[in-house]
């Protein structure tokens, strides 16, 4: 298994790649932000959101995937309140979720949103789970790709085009 020489995060994710300086992708996209024009960029974000706002307020706007923890619990709280959207709020877990991950999707879906969890076939999930652990080192990889399907598999269902994803 290889880790990012600066903020140690595993090849285990998905995605992830390493520069030839054993720098991951996260980092170095972080690195970007610096040069970024951020009132520009707000104003391409508005104006997406404003795209796919709902035009007779009867739908959703768009969809959130979330964990329930602070980076989700923030992100629904900014499209909600501050851009005024409508969220759908996809949440993918397994049977053995924590009292505190149950307690903070709870106190996210307080910010007034609707929530759809999904909760997979424990067994398919084991399989899952032990294939992840063999193959990458990681027993939680179902719920890495958990999060990124299942949200897109909601939006097709509920005509839904706009995903707000929380990633770097």
């Known amino acids: 298994m290889r880790y990012c020489v600066r903020c140690l995060y595993p090849d285990t994710k998905p995605e992830?790649?390493?520069?030839?300086?054993?720098?991951?992708?996260?980092?170095?996209n972080n690195d970007t932000k610096e040069k970024i024009d951020w009132k520009q960029?707000?104003?391409?974000?508005?104006?997406?959101?404003?795209?796919?706002?709902?035009?007779?307020?009867?739908?959703?706007?768009?969809?959130?995937?979330?964990?329930g923890g602070k980076d989700s619990t923030f992100q629904t709280y900014v499209i909600k309140?501050?851009?005024?959207?409508?969220?759908?709020?996809?949440?993918?877990?397994?049977?053995?979720?924590?009292?505190?991950?149950?307690k903070n999707l709870e106190n996210l879906k307080r910010i007034g949103v609707d929530c759809i969890e999904f909760t997979p076939n424990p067994n398919v999930y084991l399989k899952l789970a032990r294939f992840g652990l063999k193959e990458f080192g990681d027993f939680q990889w179902p719920e890495h790709i958990g999060i990124f399907a299942i949200p897109v598999q909601i939006a097709v269902k509920y005509n839904i085009s706009l995903i707000i994803w929380g990633e770097n």
């Open 16 to 28: 992830l790649v390493f520069d030839q300086n054993g720098i991951c992708s996260a980092c170095i």
């Open 41 to 67: 960029k707000r104003q391409e974000f508005v104006k997406i959101l404003d795209e796919h706002r709902s035009k007779n307020k009867t739908n959703y706007d768009c969809i959130i995937p979330v964990s």
């Open 81 to 102: 309140k501050e851009f005024g959207l409508n969220p759908l709020v996809v949440n993918f877990h397994p049977d053995d979720q924590t009292d505190i991950g149950r």
